[in-house]
C-alpha cells in the first residue's frame, strides 16, 4: 500500500503563485508515475499534469505554460509549481500514483492522496 500526503494548499489571489507537495510512503518510488489531478465542487476529477518515472511531463492545455511538475526520487516525492493562478483554477487538487506508464484518467491511477484546497480570489 502506498501513501500519499499533500501539503501545500491554501488562498491566493489571482496571479499569484502556490506550491503543492506530496510525500509517497513506498521505497520503490522511482518506478511510480505520478499526476496530480482536481476537482470542482459537483464535477469529476480533470487531468492537471503527470510525470512518467523517466522524469517525461504532460499538462492539461488550461495550465500549459503556467503550471510544472516535478519529481524528486531521493526525496519520494512530486511538487506542483502553479503561477498566473486564476479563479477557475480554484480547487480542490490530489496526488495520484500508478506503476508502470504515465496515464490520463484518474481511474488508471490505483493511489490517492487525502486532497488540498486550492482557493484563487480574483
Known amino acids: 500500500q502506498v501513501q500519499l500526503v499533500e501539503s501545500g494548499g491554501g488562498s491566493v489571489q489571482a496571479g499569484g503563485s502556490l506550491r503543492l507537495s506530496c510525500a509517497a510512503s513506498t521505497p520503490t518510488f522511482n518506478t511510480f508515475a505520478m499526476a496530480w489531478f482536481r476537482q470542482f465542487p459537483g464535477k469529476e476529477e480533470e487531468f492537471v499534469a503527470a510525470?512518467?518515472?523517466?522524469?517525461?511531463?504532460d499538462y492539461a492545455e488550461s495550465v500549459k505554460g503556467r503550471f510544472t511538475i516535478f519529481r524528486d526520487d531521493a526525496k519520494k516525492s512530486v511538487s506542483l509549481h502553479m503561477s498566473s493562478l486564476k479563479s477557475e483554477d480554484t480547487a480542490v487538487y490530489y496526488c495520484l500514483a500508478k506503476t508502470g506508464a504515465l496515464k490520463w484518467g484518474s481511474d488508471e491511477y490505483p493511489y490517492w492522496g487525502q486532497g488540498v484546497q486550492v482557493t484563487v480570489s480574483s
Open positions: 510525470i512518467s518515472k523517466f522524469g517525461v511531463s
